[in-house]
């Protein structure tokens, strides 16, 4: 594991995890890859409007 990562697990429904596993291999990227976009993403947009003024 390259240095400044760390493992997580996380548990999903298997209809999930089935659907994630699918979506990684007709996208041609591993589930890590798919998993980081999302969570990328998903950490933009809350960070963008815990920053946004009242």
Not at 2 to 19: C, N, S
Not at 22 to 44: C, K, M, P, Q, W
């Amino acid at each position: 594991m390259p240095k400044g990562e760390r493992r997580v697990q996380v548990e999903l429904p298997t209809e999930l995890a089935e659907w994630l596993q699918g979506f990684a291999e007709i996208s041609h990227r591993t589930v890590t890859d798919v998993v980081r976009g999302l969570v990328e993403e998903e950490r933009r947009r809350v960070e963008a409007n815990w920053s946004r003024p009242s």
